[in-house]
Antibody, heavy 117, light 107 residues
Framework: QVQLVQSGAEVKKPASSVKVSCKASGGTFSSYVISWVRQAPGQGLEWMGG????????NYAQKFQGRVTITADESTSTAHMELSSLRSEDTAVYYC??????????WGQGTLVTVSS | DIQMTQSPSSLSASVGDRVTITCRAS??????LNWYQQKPGKAPNLLIY???SLQSGVPPRFSGSGSGTDFTLTISSLQPADFATYYCQQSYSTPYTFGQGTKLEIK
């Protein structure tokens, strides 16, 4: 059974960066597509981007271009999402998900990132 | 970007009711439409992919239909565990986009 375990909650200052990790187990990491989806408090779901670990290439939503970097480390079966120039509107739960043909089949438990001065 | 619009935004229903949620895409997305259930404080859970394919382990009271721009999620007989928020999502092209959600509440 595939499982994704994410890193713990973070509190960050505006203008700083945050890096969230997502460790996969129970499957073949390099063959996955790993996506990141976020959800602001009381709001809907927003796709940020994804990566194919075996290729190392990432695809980002235009909204986050230049601020987000998604990477994957095959040696540890871990994907990372780094978001820079944080502002209060980035306060959200960030999820990683294994993506199959564009649908999000398995999800991590979520990581709350709070941006506050 | 493809806009996804769900209706209704909220819905009150009783255990045993048949419920239908609608999702409309701003352009044709063929059958690249997926449905998720989310409960408070939890990650979304995939119910239906490719418009009508039931994800493994999902009860058969859930079904999906539609193609092109108009899609529906139907729950044939509501159970207590089904009271949650439901999202549609298009996987036709990136950026993948979601509907705003439909909150299903107990009447």
């Amino acid at each position: 059974q595939v499982q994704l375990v994410q890193s713990g909650a973070e509190v960050k200052k505006p203008a700083s960066s945050v890096k969230v990790s997502c460790k996969a187990s129970g499957g073949t990491f390099s063959s996955y597509v790993i996506s990141w989806v976020r959800q602001a408090p009381g709001q809907g779901l927003e796709w940020m981007g994804g990566i194919i670990p075996i290729l190392g290439t990432a695809n980002y939503a235009q909204k986050f271009q230049g601020r987000v970097t998604i990477t994957a480390d095959e040696s540890t079966s871990t994907a990372h999402m780094e978001l820079s120039s944080l502002r209060s509107e980035d306060t959200a739960v960030y999820y990683c998900a294994i993506t199959d043909r564009g649908y999000f089949q398995h999800w991590g438990q979520g990581t709350l990132v709070t941006v506050s001065s | 970007d493809i806009q996804m619009t769900q209706s209704p935004s909220s819905l009150s229903a009783s255990v045993g009711d048949r419920v239908t949620i609608t999702c409309r895409a701003s352009q044709s997305i063929s059958s690249y439409l997926n449905w998720y259930q989310q409960k408070p404080g939890k990650a979304p859970n995939l119910l239906i992919y490719a418009a009508f394919s039931l994800q493994s382990g999902v009860p058969p009271r859930f079904s999906g239909s539609g193609s092109g721009t108009d899609f529906t999620l139907t729950i044939s007989s509501l159970q207590p565990a089904d009271f949650a928020t439901y999202y549609c999502q298009q996987s036709y092209s990136t950026p993948y986009t979601f509907g705003q959600g439909t909150k299903l509440e107990i009447k």
